[in-house]
Each structure stands twice: as C-alpha cells, then as structure tokens.
C-alpha cells in the first residue's frame, strides 16, 4: 500500500465498497462516488493511501483500461483501491471512503493492509457497503438490511446478527478481520430486483445512503439522487412494458411485499 498522507480526522468512520461481485447495481460503488461528491463538497477528498495493484489483482480478470485525453495522449488506468479523507461539516465524526475493485488473490493480506491503515488513522468503526440482487419489486423502496460481525457487535449497536452460510467476498473478510482487531464492524446490504440488473441503480444507492444515515443518526447530502432514482424507476416501468411475463410476476412480488409490510404494521398497531 503507497500512503500518501495521514491526516488529522476526528474519530473517524471507515465506509467501505467494492465493485463486483458484492456491488450490484454499482450500488455501493456508487453510494461511496456519491459521498466523495457531497459530504464537503467544497473541500476535495484527501487522498490518503492507494493498494498497489500488481500485488492484488489478477489483470486478466480485471483489466486495466485505456484512457484517451483532449490532447490524445493515451493513459492507463489500473484496477485498485483508494482510500480517502473527507471531514464532516454536519457531524461530529470525519469519514474515511474507500472505493475500488475486489480483489483476486491474496485476501488476508489485502484486509490486514487496509486495517493497518484503519489503526493509523485511529478508525473504530468500520461499515462495509453491499448491494444484491433479490425478488424485490423495484416499484416499492429498496429495502437494506443492516447485520453485525459478531453476536455482541450486533447487540450493542442495534443490528441484525448475521446468519448467512454460504460463499462471500472481501468485505466478509474485512469484516472477519475486524472483529480479531477489536474493531465495530457492520455491513448494511441493498437487495436490488434481479430483473433490473443492466444498469447501474441509483435508487438503491440511495437507499444505502439512507441506511447509512440511519444507522449513523446523521444527516447526509442526496444531491441529484432522489431524481436520479425516480428516472430510474421510470426506465424500468418502460422495459417492463414490453414483457407481459415479467410485468404478472412484479405484480406478485408487489402484493407479497406489501402483505408484509400491511402484517408488520398491524402488529406495530396491536402493540
């Protein structure tokens, strides 16, 4: 890992996403874009430390792109990761981002390298950023699950504990290896509809931004999101119009989806 710079944060939140297997939708991808963009938007993001590629990353499988400029001067650009400083100005805690790519090989080194950052700069909690696709209507809000590390993380910051038995990727790793560090560790999931899945989603990344403040009790910028996400929708309603097939069975998912949220509130009624 190549440091640029440790700068003085204020008990900082470590957010993270990768593209790839855990971003679909380039949700969560998305949701970190957005963050850089808005949260201090007067002030640029510090750069603070970028992973070197050559190590981590199996360049068949993601490969570097070629970029062109106004002058024509070719440049390449490889996959990786960065991760930056943004300072809160509506908070009290500052906020390191990281975005980049999963990476192909090597995970453990790859984690413990970004924690080691992580004590540097003094973060004690970490929230992983994920996004999923699922049997979700897309005409009804993008639901977000927030789960634990571990039983007693879950317990005191007010998370689901996760159950899920299965394969996983590097924010699972992440995750696996806070919790041996004595770190927070949460990761909050976005379930996209699985019929949408051509086009990056900006209604869910709106929903992890969401989930994010949520969690946090903080007020974050939606900037261009919340109408990003109803063109979205409207571009969906279109494709689904040429589909009767998929058109019966959002109907289903719909009337599933609200039969459980009619159940959920009657009991919050009854209560």
Known sequence: MEIHQ???LRNPIMIIACGGWSDAGEAATGAITHLLATVN?????QLIAEIDSEEFYDFQVNRPIILVDESMIRSLTWPGLQVFG???PDGDRDLVLVRGIEPSMKWRT???????????LEVSLVISLGSMLADTPHTRPIPVSGTGAHPEIATRLGVEISRYEGPTGILAVIQDACVKRGIDAVALWAALPHYANGTPSPKATL???NGIENFLEINLPHGELPELAHQWENAVNEMVKEDSDIEEYIKSLEESKDADQLSDDS???LA
Do not use: C, K, Q, S
Not at 41 to 45: L, Q
Not at 110 to 120: I, R, S, V, Y
């Open 207 to 209: 929903a992890l931004i």
């Open 41 to 45: 938007a007067d002030v640029p993001a």
């Open 267 to 269: 009991g919050e009624e």
């Open 86 to 88: 943004v300072r809160n």
């Open 110 to 120: 790859f984690a413990a390298e970004l924690l080691d950052l992580a004590d540097d």
């Open 6 to 8: 440790i700068p003085h």
